[in-house]
């Protein structure tokens, strides 16, 4: 199985800060790697496709990025609606799976 | 607007059964592959089973494979999962979720449904 380590666990910084939140692939997945917001009592809401394309609706401060087996979530100007914990996805190979989720709290 | 609704969840004694279902609204459900995943209390997200969009192709990962069967019924657009010989560990909210018609990632999502599965 393909794992997904993901860092920080917890992370908090002030509003218009810049965050950035990294998923380790174990094995080589392309860009078979998506985002998710999970906001507190809220079902998963997906935020980048394919290593860094912007979901619908998704708001233009959030991008992703990829170097090799690395993937990257960054937050742009940070706002208070951005807290809740992220998770990303591997979708190369089944059983597809989760990284452990970032808890992203305001300072 | 693509809506799904999930119900059948509930308190259910460790080794019984019990049958989720999702039903899908707001698009061609016939046209897309379909996901149940599910979050233990305070836990991360875990992937539980998928089915393409015809219904031929299943998938699972060890944990439930053997226990849990993904179905659908594409004249009634709804998902179902039938979970069999439930393990205290199966306690989670589970999530349906669509999946993008490549079978990669999950575009929507449910707002789930708790399943509590203790004596």
């Known amino acids: 199985d393909i794992q997904m380590t993901q860092s920080p666990a917890s992370l908090s910084a002030s509003l218009e800060e810049i965050v950035t939140i990294t998923c380790q692939a174990s094995?080589?997945?392309?860009?078979?790697l998506s985002w998710y917001q999970q906001k507190l009592g809220k079902s998963p809401q997906l935020l980048i496709h394919s290593a860094t394309s912007l979901a619908d609706g998704v708001p233009s401060r959030f991008s992703g990025s990829r170097s090799g087996t690395q993937y990257s979530l960054k937050i742009n100007r940070l706002q208070v609606e951005d807290t809740g914990i992220y998770y990303c996805l591997q979708h190369y190979s089944a059983p597809w799976t989760f990284g452990g989720g970032t808890k992203l709290e305001l300072k | 607007e693509v809506q799904l609704v999930e119900s059948g969840g509930g308190l259910v004694q460790p080794g019984r059964s019990l049958k989720l279902s999702c039903a899908a609204s707001?698009?061609?459900?016939?046209?897309?592959?379909m996901a149940w995943v599910r979050q233990a209390p305070k836990k991360g997200l875990e992937w539980v089973a998928s089915?393409?969009?015809?219904?031929?192709?299943?998938y699972y990962p060890d944990s439930v494979k053997g226990r849990f069967t993904i179905s659908r019924d594409n004249a009634k657009s709804t998902l179902y999962l039938q979970m069999d010989s439930l393990r205290s560990e199966d306690t989670a909210s589970y999530y349906c979720?669509?999946?993008?018609?490549?079978?990669?990632?999950?575009?929507?999502w449910g707002q789930g449904v708790m399943v509590t599965v203790s004596s």
């Open positions: 094995q080589d997945i392309g860009n078979y």
């Open positions: 707001g698009f061609t459900f016939s046209s897309f592959p």
């Open positions: 979720a669509r999946h993008e018609p490549q079978l990669t990632h999950f575009d929507y």
């Open positions: 089915i393409s969009s015809g219904g031929g192709g299943t």
